[in-house]
Structures are given as structure tokens and as C-alpha cells.
């Protein structure tokens, strides 16, 4: 056990070396990962009953002890995401597919490696953990209602369909974890010590197989794509920060805020866009799952060297849970 959890450290650290290795690989060799194509639903829906599995109700407890900060956290995600891609593909005048996949992405809730980011950056990581959990949870109505009101004069959208989608690989996998657990919670502790290299392989499949698909595609219109993406994920991060500031809340929640708005799941994009759009309207997920993954860990790195009180208190408290009780002084008669 304590071997699996060296190699969880060592993926988690290596973690967007592996995702641009592996992205590579597909661009180049394209026949090799073609494979993992038809399987995506699948391995988004293992990671999505991995994470249920993982879910308790500590996870949710800030909705009741700190709403503002989940209130603010969830609007942000859900509007300064969908609302940048939209106004991006009207200035760029991209194609329909292209735009109607960065607005997808846009529309996609935060992802769990959020929280990874935020624990880096020194920020309030129960928060992200929450905001991850319940824009999750709202996730099958308000992406594809969002996704519907934004692109839809660009490409014709069943936003019925993709609810059925949502509710099949996020929705339905979570309950099913979270009823795993209750009834094998004894089985489960063990179980989600493997969860983290499971999630690897199937973001790695998933990002490969739509990277070999759209490897022709890529080469006509990759730097526009990443250059968009860049720039919706800056804005995620600098307006996420912003708002959370301007509405008084602190350093600590305001680092988690900007990590969570800024990252999506690009997964569920991925998975979305190629069972109700195009292999095409894929690309800015696929390409996301590259960059947020580059772009994160530097914006964390910066965040963590900022002076924060309430950061150093948590450190305190936690080093000073974490040492061993001094021995007792004998006092004799």
C-alpha cells in the first residue's frame, strides 16, 4: 500500500509531463491510439464513480458554513467560462464546430485535478473540493442548458439528448459510488487508494484517442485553437480572482476560486462533444486538457509564494496536529 502511494505522489507531481508526452505520442502516431476512441464514455463515467466513492458529506459541509464563498465560487463557473468562449468565437469568427467546442468547454464544470492545483497554491482546498462536488452535481442541467442558449446558432443542439448524456457518465456513476460506499465503506477505504492511477489512464485514453482522431484537423487549425484556449483560461483565472476579491473574499478563498473557475473538466468536453457534435468540435477540450495542465501548476507555484495569513495559520495547525505529544515531565514526591 504504502509502494501505490509513492506511485500516486509521483503521478500527481508528473502528472502534465505524462498528459503532454502522451498527447504528443497521438499527434504523431496517430493509428496507435485511434482505439481508445469508442471507450471515452466509459472511462469518464469510471472516473466520475471513482470520485463518488471518494465523496462524503464533510465534502459538502461549506455550503452550510461558508455559502458566500460557494455561492460566488459556482456563479463564477458558470458564467465567466461560457461567457468568454462565446464572446471569443464571435470576435474570432470561428467555425461552427470550433466555436460550438470552445463554448462546451466553457459550459463544463471545474475538474477534480482543480484541487490538486489549489493544495499546490496554498489555497482553500475544501472549498475547491466543494465546488468541484456541487458544479458537478448541477452540471447535467446547467451545461447543457448553457451550452443550448449560447451556441445553438451555430450548430443545431438536442440539449435533451445531452441532459441524458450528463446524467449517464457524471450523474448516475457518482450516485453509484456514493451508494458503494455507504454499503462497502470498509472495501472502499482500500479500493480508493488505486482511484488516482485509474483517473490517469483514462484522462490519458481519453485525450489520446480524440488528439489521434483529430490529428489532420489539428494541424489546420491547432494555434488558433491554443491560442483561444489560453486566453479563456487566463480569463477564468485573472476573473475569477477578481470577483472573488471584489466581493471581499479572502486570499485563501480567492486563490481556490481562480483555479476552480479557470479549470474545466475537459474530459466530460471531450466525451460531450464527440457523442453529440463532431470529432472537430473536440479539439478545444482535448487541447485544454493540455494546457489548463501546463498553466495551473504556474499559476499555483505564484499563488503559493503570496503572503497569507490565513495559509500559514492552516500550515500551523496541521504541523502542529501532526506532532508527536511531548512526554510527560515525572514529578517526583
Keep these: 500500500m504504502q509502494a501505490l502511494q509513492k506511485f500516486n505522489a509521483f503521478l500527481t507531481k508528473t502528472y502534465a509531463l505524462w498528459i503532454v508526452f502522451f498527447a504528443t505520442m497521438a499527434y504523431l502516431w496517430p493509428e496507435h491510439f485511434k482505439f481508445a476512441l469508442p471507450y471515452m464514455t466509459y472511462g469518464l463515467g469510471l472516473i466520475m464513480f471513482g470520485m463518488g466513492m471518494t465523496l462524503t458529506f464533510k465534502d459538502f459541509a461549506l455550503v452550510v458554513t ?15 467560462m ?9 470576435g474570432f469568427n470561428l467555425p461552427p464546430e470550433l466555436a460550438a467546442g470552445l463554448i462546451l468547454l466553457g459550459a463544463c464544470p471545474g475538474g477534480t485535478v482543480s484541487n490538486i492545483m489549489t493544495y499546490v497554491a496554498r489555497g482553500n482546498v475544501a ?16 451545461t447543457p442548458t448553457i451550452f443550448f442558449l449560447l451556441a445553438s446558432q451555430w450548430l443545431e443542439i438536442n440539449p435533451w439528448g445531452m441532459f441524458r ?3 449517464e457518465v457524471i450523474l448516475l456513476p457518482i450516485v453509484l459510488g456514493v451508494v458503494v460506499r455507504l454499503f462497502f465503506r470498509r472495501q472502499v477505504s482500500y479500493i480508493v487508494q488505486g482511484l488516482p492511477v485509474v483517473s490517469f489512464t483514462c484522462i490519458v485514453c481519453i485525450l489520446a484517442g480524440i488528439i489521434a482522431v483529430n490529428a489532420e484537423n489539428i494541424s489546420r487549425t491547432g494555434v488558433l485553437v491554443f491560442f483561444l484556449v489560453i486566453v479563456q483560461n487566463a480569463i477564468g483565472f485573472g476573473l475569477g480572482f477578481l470577483v472573488a476579491r471584489l466581493l471581499k473574499l479572502d486570499l485563501y478563498d480567492s486563490k481556490a476560486i481562480s483555479i476552480e473557475v479557470g479549470m474545466q473538466s475537459s474530459a466530460l468536453g471531450v466525451a460531450l462533444a464527440n457523442a453529440h457534435l463532431t470529432p472537430i468540435a473536440a479539439i478545444p477540450s482535448a487541447v485544454a486538457a493540455l494546457w489548463h495542465n501546463v498553466a495551473a501548476p504556474m499559476l499555483a507555484s505564484y499563488f503559493s509564494r503570496l503572503k497569507d495569513p490565513r495559509a500559514d495559520a492552516k500550515e500551523a ?3 502542529k496536529a501532526k506532532k508527536p505529544a511531548q512526554e510527560p515531565i515525572a514529578i517526583e514526591d
Excluded: E, R
Design 317 to 319: 495547525a496541521d504541523a
Design 127 to 142: 472549498l475547491s473540493v466543494t465546488m468541484t462536488s456541487v458544479c458537478t452535481l448541477l452540471s447535467p442541467v446547467l
Design 82 to 90: 461560457p461567457l468568454s468562449a462565446y464572446f471569443l468565437a464571435v
Design 66 to 80: 461558508q455559502p458566500k464563498a460557494v455561492i460566488v465560487g459556482c456563479l463564477a463557473q458558470f458564467t465567466i
Design 165 to 167: 448524456s450528463v446524467l
